[in-house]
């Protein structure tokens, strides 16, 4: 009876029943006052995982001289697709192999993703305090729905949702702003508002190709899960080619990593699963969710890191006391 039971529920698991089981409890009017405390509390939750994140980063980067972003975002890739494809060898994550026509419909958003998780990741390493990325992290949502607009994404943000998230954008710019002391290295002039274009494109890309596989016919559909490895392995592609490109190449970054101490792999393993984790939370918020409500919570990060660097030890106490 027990067995018969668990093969049911992965049965309905992997046939997307989960989806749809999300869909259900959104439309539950006994449940519905309950969804903005679980939204806020995902955003805490988000905006913690990545102050935890900076702060090992804080450590690790100078610490053992690893500022190699390519290589950094190449090998939480790498973690990612081994991890997912051990979840589906379990039976915890149905997995479709991988598609061509899918993998060409995610090409723009693997590119966009890859090269702004570099640019990020490059802005932490070279500068702790990455003034100018703070500053327009903020301006993420507002640019979202200028591309859903201009993109025609199926279910735009309303008129009255535009001038909210304007107002939003704006109080956070002011608020940084006033803050002052802003230390921008040249480089960030360009990288900052690039960042910050292709991290909107991804977001509205995954969207619409998230509205295309859910057309029919329904046996072709792909789940959330198969647009997420699909968009991985992309993403695996165009940062291999990144990094032997790059002068800082395979050969070597293994000849200047201190691979003797087990403390570097210690390091080096949190920040890869935790920056998985968080990269995660934002695509299923935009393929489950919208665009706007993945840029949202994207733009926690900004909050976190800006109470990080103003006190990074008593920031990171506060939250585990």
């Not at 049965?11 to 439309?27: D, E, M, P």
């Not at 390519?70 to 915890?92: M, R």
């Not at 802003?182 to 274009?197: D, G, K, M, Q």
Request: hydrophobic share 55%.
């Amino acid at each position: 009876m027990v067995v018969c039971l668990l093969r049911k529920s992965l049965a309905r698991w992997r046939t997307g029943w989960h989806v749809t089981a999300l869909k259900n409890l959104s439309s539950n009017h006994a449940l519905k006052p309950l969804i903005p405390t679980f939204c806020l509390l995902v955003v805490i939750l988000y905006g913690q995982a990545d102050k935890l994140r900076n702060f090992v980063a804080g450590v690790f980067i100078p610490q053992y001289r690893y500022p190699f972003p390519v290589a950094l975002c190449f090998t939480q890739v790498l973690v990612s697709i081994v991890f997912i494809n051990l979840l589906h060898a379990l039976g915890l994550v149905p997995l479709k192999s991988y598609s061509r026509l899918l993998g060409e419909r995610l090409l723009l958003p693997s590119i966009c993703s890859s090269v702004h998780s570099v640019l990020v990741t490059w802005a932490k390493a070279s500068s702790l305090y990455a003034s100018l990325f703070l500053f327009t992290v903020p301006l993420l949502p507002l640019l979202t729905v200028g591309f859903s607009f201009a993109l025609r994404v199926k279910s735009p943000p309303s008129y009255h949702s535009l001038v909210l998230i304007s107002i939003m954008s704006g109080m956070f710019v002011v608020s940084k702003a006033s803050e002052g002391d802003l230390v921008v290295e040249p480089l960030e002039y360009l990288y900052a508002p690039l960042a910050l274009i292709l991290q909107s494109l991804s977001l509205i890309s995954l969207a619409k190709v998230s509205e295309a596989e859910g057309r029919p016919p329904s046996n072709t559909q792909a789940t959330v899960f198969d647009i997420y490895y699909v968009q991985l392995v992309n993403q695996i592609g165009v940062l291999g080619l990144l990094w032997l490109l790059h002068p800082d190449n395979p050969v070597e970054v293994l000849r200047l990593s201190t691979w003797r101490h087990l403390l570097f792999h210690g390091y080096l393993l949190a920040i890869v699963l935790l920056g998985m984790v968080l990269n995660f939370l934002v695509l299923i918020s935009a393929l489950c969710v919208s665009p706007l409500a993945a840029a949202l919570l994207y733009s926690a990060r900004a909050e976190a890191f800006s109470a990080y660097i103003r006190d990074p030890a008593a920031s990171l106490l506060q939250q585990l006391l």
